[in-house]
């Protein structure tokens, strides 16, 4: 569960330092859409994870995400993460419990939605591999390199934008232990009205769920 949320995290964008000739061109491309990302005042999406197993078996599953600066609201499998800048509440649903902890906002590790557009300016290496077609839909592919491969759980992220929107629509992560988890945004939307109760987590409307807290 942890390792699939923190290939969540990675969900909008990441990049940095240089590699090869390449170099500019991706960090020109990864730029320009972080740029355009953190101009949204709110982001809503969904999106679908397939987990890749060495055997070649496949799991999927679909989730959505909504973002409001620090704040964010994150459903995977069956648990729903809520986080209104200050405190983090981790819903497990089917154990029907609430763990209450407080929200890292220095943070750039991967379980914090809200650091995902600054991660990218350290710890990894990038390379610029391609623009290409799949189906009616120009992407550009950019692979991304951890820069300590041994702290990290991946020895590669690839990433496809779409050109046309400079927004981020597949990751792939590939681990070191041979599984691999695929990212694609099916749906964007932006600048709509979330109110600030949608970051919170209400036991009100969560009648019997044990509260966990950490803090």
Not at 24 to 38: G, R, W
Not at 158 to 180: C, H, M, P, T, V
Request: aromatic share 10%.
């Amino acid at each position: 569960m942890k390792k699939i949320i923190s290939v969540l995290s990675m969900l909008t964008i990441c990049t940095a330092v240089v590699f090869g000739q390449n170099t500019k061109n991706a960090k020109e491309i990864l730029d320009k859409v972080s740029q355009k990302t953190k101009s949204y005042s709110t982001i809503n999406l969904t999106y679908s994870l397939v987990h890749t197993s060495p055997d070649g078996a496949n799991d999927k599953t679909t989730g959505t995400m909504l973002m409001k600066g620090k704040k964010y609201k994150l459903s995977i499998l069956d648990n729903v993460l809520y986080c209104d800048g200050m405190t983090l509440w981790t819903h497990m649903v089917e154990e029907k419990e609430v763990v209450v902890s407080k929200a890292d906002n220095d943070d750039s590790g991967m379980l914090n939605p809200s650091t995902v557009l600054t991660m990218y300016e350290k710890g990894f290496k990038y390379k610029f591999i391609q623009d290409r077609f799949e189906g009616s839909r120009a992407i550009y592919v950019i692979d991304l390199y951890p820069e300590n491969v041994e702290k990290s759980e991946y020895s590669k992220v690839r990433l496809s934008i779409d050109k046309d929107k400079s927004q981020l629509w597949k990751a792939e992560y590939f681990a070191k232990d041979g599984n691999k988890y695929t990212i694609t945004v099916n749906t964007f939307k932006v600048n709509e009205q979330i109110p600030d109760a949608s970051f919170v987590f209400d036991k009100a409307k969560n009648p019997g769920v044990k509260v966990i807290d950490e803090r």
